[in-house]
């Protein structure tokens, strides 16, 4: 139980996505002008980086150290090139999917999908995955790597939807010409990044 | 190496015929005449029609038969084009602009506002944010400007907003986000209009605004029509009963009531005769 929980405040708040590690950062700039627009982006973050987590793992886990193809090594030099294409094509899978079967869903989640589809966000949430749960047991790692996701998901969607709202409110600041828009919000972002060093140490 | 090769070339085909199996198994149809349509809006995605943008309104005339004419940027010539798609008659549609209801350059200032220069920001704040002595007046910080999405409205030196018809397309934008409702849309045939807003009693009104409404009624019992009154100490113009002669614009005092019917005039015939050339 601790260990799960430790996953999950760990990804949130100490080892976040954006604010500590700094991936994902363009939608962190691109898709922050609104809280509602934020909101749906970090849904669809969410959503991808679990599926994306649980289908990596899987892949690595059941054919690149599969007992008869361990020999080759494929995992020493072939996991991220084939992440790729494996979150790709089934992000796009999903999308058809979701098309046809939830079009009200698609309509709140389905923009936003294919700007994530292997963001490095997303990619850095299959490589820790690989480095934290590949020596575990199948069922294991693949709950581990569920987990994962989530939290990360969510600590992405706390950062943006804060970074949001900051926004919103620097819309009416009196700023320098020179500060409007992108620079003032990369000083802001910093000073969240700061602000959430102060979790450093506590895990 | 070649293990690397077999082993993308296989993990690609699964997922690529995954991919074309789906696609073809969770087929969406769509409407060809959804994208027609949005391709003869303006695409200025203002909401003026009832619908959250272009796209929505496009899929709503198509799949659900919203009426043709509801695009108001796009008036009569995006009616025109939507009705030749879907095969119905358009009805044209009458241009519609906004007018701003303050005429009052030079109010005199309470005190110099130095927060965010917006109109609402300095609305919200009450008290601290009424620099301006007028309470129902124009602000004169710009924010119709700003949301003009045609860039229709320009700031004048006297702080007031000034409409552009030319460029006008009646969205609505402007009377959106005016914390006090001063742009009104009215059609291009409203050719009478009353400038002011202030709801004061004379006297202070007088007071407040070298051109401010004292609600004298000179006005009211010109009217042959019954159309016009002194409604809380403010002329009101009721356009159902309003023939529109132009005897009040004659009578009032402060000269705030406008006839606009000659440039409005010029400006119609001028379209016509530019869109008689490009139909020629």
């Known amino acids: ?203 | 190496m070649t293990v690397a090769i077999i082993a993308m070339a296989v993990l690609g085909a699964v997922l690529g015929l995954i991919l074309a199996y789906a696609s073809k198994k969770f087929h969406v149809e769509t409407d060809p005449r959804v994208d027609q349509v949005l391709e003869a809006l303006p695409g200025a995605n203002c909401g003026a029609c009832g619908y959250p943008g272009c796209s929505a309104y496009a899929e709503a005339v198509v799949l659900k038969g919203a009426p043709i004419n509801m695009c108001i940027p796009g008036a009569t010539g995006s009616a025109m084009a939507i009705g030749k798609i879907m095969g119905v008659e358009a009805t044209a549609t009458e241009p519609r602009f906004a007018m701003v209801s303050c005429n009052g350059d030079g109010v005199a200032q309470r005190f110099e506002y130095q927060g965010v220069k917006t109109c609402n920001a300095a609305s919200v704040m009450g008290l601290a944010g009424a620099f301006q002595n007028c309470p129902y007046g124009c602000l004169g910080l710009g924010s119709c400007a700003k949301a003009c999405p045609f860039g229709a409205i320009r700031m004048g030196e006297d702080n007031l907003p000034y409409v552009d018809e030319n460029l006008c397309t009646g969205c609505g934008k402007c009377a959106e986000v005016c914390p006090r409702k001063l742009p009104k849309v009215g059609p291009e045939s409203r050719v009478i209009f009353v400038r002011c807003n202030n709801k004061d009693r004379g006297a202070l009104a007088n007071k407040t605004c070298n051109h401010a409404c004292i609600g004298c009624g000179k006005c009211e019992r010109e009217c042959p029509f019954d159309a016009i009154h002194v409604i809380n100490n403010l002329a009101v113009i009721d356009y159902d009963k309003c023939k529109l002669c132009g005897k009040c614009v004659n009578v009032c005092p402060k000269n705030l009531i406008i006839n606009v019917r000659a440039e409005r005039k010029a400006r119609k015939t001028a379209r016509e005769e530019k869109a008689a050339e490009e139909t020629a």
Do not use: H
């Open chain 1, 1 to 203: 139980m601790k260990e799960y929980l430790t996953i999950m405040f760990g990804l949130v708040f100490v080892q976040n996505f954006i604010l500590s590690q700094f991936l994902g950062l363009c939608p962190f700039i691109g898709v922050s002008k609104n809280r509602s627009s934020a909101l749906g982006m970090g849904m669809a973050v969410i959503f991808v980086m679990v599926l994306a987590s649980v289908s990596t793992m899987a892949l690595y886990k059941g054919v690149f150290l599969n007992e008869t193809l361990i020999k080759y090594e494929m995992d020493k030099y072939l996991d991220i090139v084939s992440f790729i294409l494996m979150i790709a094509a089934l992000v796009q899978f999903v999308e058809i999917a979701m098309k046809k079967m939830a079009p009200a869903l698609y309509q709140t989640l389905g923009i936003f999908l294919p700007l994530i589809t292997t963001n490095c966000a997303i990619l850095g949430a299959t490589q820790m995955n690989v480095v934290k749960f590949s020596g575990l047991g199948f069922a294991e790692s693949l709950i581990k790597s569920a987990l994962l996701g989530v939290a990360g998901g969510i600590g992405f969607t706390l950062a943006l939807f804060l970074m949001a709202g900051i926004r919103e409110r620097l819309e009416n600041a009196p700023l320098p010409e020179s500060m409007k828009g992108v620079p003032i919000a990369f000083i802001a972002a910093s000073g969240m990044a700061l602000a959430f060093l102060g979790f450093q140490g506590i895990i």
